[in-house]
Nanobody, 123 residues
Framework: HVQLQASGGGLVQSGGSLTLSCIAS????????VGWFRQTPEKEREFVAS????????YYADSVKGRFAISRDSAKPTVYLQMNSLKPEDTAIYYC????????????????WGQGTQVTVSS
């Protein structure tokens, strides 16, 4: 059973940067598509970015396009989310998700989830 662990969150000023990591417990993760989602108490969980198993295809929510970059390390069961030019509205708990088959922006289709990491952007 693959377990995911998201880390790298923290408190940052508006305009700053953070890099989140999603580390899996098994190497099979390296052949799975991965997504990042975020959630606040006021909103449902929303899609942020996804990456194909090969890393060649990436997809972003319009709200983060041009500021965030998702990538993966082909040698490790790890996916990253580089977040630049952070805004207060990016404040949320960020979750990574993976699935052996599904690649997309629909959260319920992902079967494996990390525990979340808090990102807080101050104005």
């Amino acid at each position: 059973h693959v377990q995911l662990q998201a880390s790298g969150g923290g408190l940052v000023q508006s305009g700053g940067s953070l890099t989140l990591s999603c580390i899996a417990s098994e190497d099979t993760f390296k052949s799975w598509p991965v997504g990042w989602f975020r959630q606040t108490p006021e909103k449902e969980r929303e899609f942020v970015a996804s990456i194909s198993w090969s890393g060649r295809s990436t997809y972003y929510a319009d709200s983060v396009k041009g500021r965030f970059a998702i990538s993966r390390d082909s040698a490790k069961p790890t996916v990253y989310l580089q977040m630049n030019s952070l805004k207060p509205e990016d404040t949320a708990i960020y979750y990574c998700a993976a699935d052996p088959v599904y690649e997309g922006d629909y959260a319920p289709h992902y079967n494996y989830w990390g525990q979340g990491t808090q990102v807080t952007v101050s104005s």
